[in-house]
């Protein structure tokens, strides 16, 4: 008949457990070296938050792509509407993604104050396809035909090509000349070989390019490549319905198998790491720092 465990070895047992647990190597969390809110986005809410103060304000679309964001400028009494017909304050903001001029004189006609956040990578680019089309360029602009950035670059515009995908190259017609430009928060590797497919479809075509992909987008694809390449999953934090975000999530998968978008921390599950030692995040250019805070510290908390 056996004996019944000792005391000493129940202890030597739950010793040898203890070990084990306490020498199983933590979960790394990675963040990206570029990531979060550029310059153009934090001073568009900056200029928002400091006008409300002294007036009542309406923003002429989404001030950033971004929904906690609106909510507080809700919350200090910013109104948002998408049309001007629909302002009731005298004084209107156009957003960081900027507008056309036929949209402003719009506006302007109907009497109201005009404040522009347009970020200013957004106006080089705006004043690159203008210069195109000045020197005779058929204006070609890579990007989401209907985001609000590319809607303010091309409706000034008599006529005008707006692609994104190897099928649109291959329903382009020939033109003599075409002038290349970008949506700002387009990745760049996409940019390049769209216009150098471009440039092979048209051999007899001249091809002129103005890279006008943003120094923050392309810090951020750039830093978010080496990121996936080091992470066997990512978060990419931010609004569902940012162009930059998706396209950060995009490029994330194509070096890591599991790459989650979340808005916050709220959406994070925990079944997503189980036997994970490497995490990473990244966020796009309209998600703020206390979101990201938020994320990070979900993951120390519950990994």
């Known amino acids: 008949m056996n004996a019944s465990p000792s005391v000493e070895s129940n202890f030597a047992m739950q010793s040898a457990i203890d070990t084990v647990q306490t020498e199983r190597p933590a979960v790394t969390i990675i963040r990206a070296e570029h990531l ?8 568009a809410i900056a200029l ?16 950033v792509h971004n929904e906690s964001v609106l909510a507080d400028l809700r919350d200090r009494g910013v109104q948002i509407e998408k049309e001007a017909a629909a302002v009731k304050t005298e004084t209107v903001m156009i957003t960081a993604h900027g507008a056309s001029e036929m949209t402003l004189r719009t506006v302007r006609a109907q009497g109201l104050e005009v404040i522009e956040a ?10 690159a396809l203008r210069k195109l089309v000045r020197e005779n360029f058929f204006p070609v602009v890579i990007g989401v035909r209907a985001h609000v950035e590319v809607r303010g670059m091309t409706e000034d515009l008599a006529e005008f090509e707006v692609i994104l995908t190897e099928e649109d190259v291959a329903r382009m017609e020939e033109r003599p000349h075409f002038g290349v430009v970008a949506q700002t928060t387009q990745p760049v590797e996409k940019v390049r ?3 150098e497919l471009i440039r092979r479809r048209f051999p ?10 943003c120094q923050p987008t392309k810090q951020r694809q750039s ?17 569902l319905n940012s162009n930059n975000t998706r396209e950060l999530a995009a490029t994330c998968q194509k070096y890591c198998r599991n790459v989650y978008h979340v808005q916050g921390s709220e959406q994070l599950r925990l079944e997503w790491f189980e036997d994970v030692a490497t995490v990473g995040i ?22």
């Open 48 to 63: 928002a938050v400091q006008e409300s103060r002294h007036q009542p304000l309406t923003i002429l679309g989404e001030l």
């Open 36 to 43: 979060g809110m550029c310059f153009g986005v934090r001073d």
């Open 282 to 303: 990244t966020a796009g250019t309209s998600t703020p720092d206390r979101t990201i805070d938020g994320v990070e510290n979900w993951l120390r908390m519950h990994l």
């Open 223 to 239: 830093a978010a490549i080496k990121l996936a390449r080091e992470c066997e999953i990512v978060i990419v934090v931010g609004g």
């Open 204 to 213: 007899r075509s001249e091809v002129e390019f103005i890279d006008t992909v």
């Open 118 to 127: 347009t970020c200013p990578l957004v106006r080089h680019a705006h004043r």
């Open 193 to 195: 070989h769209l216009v």
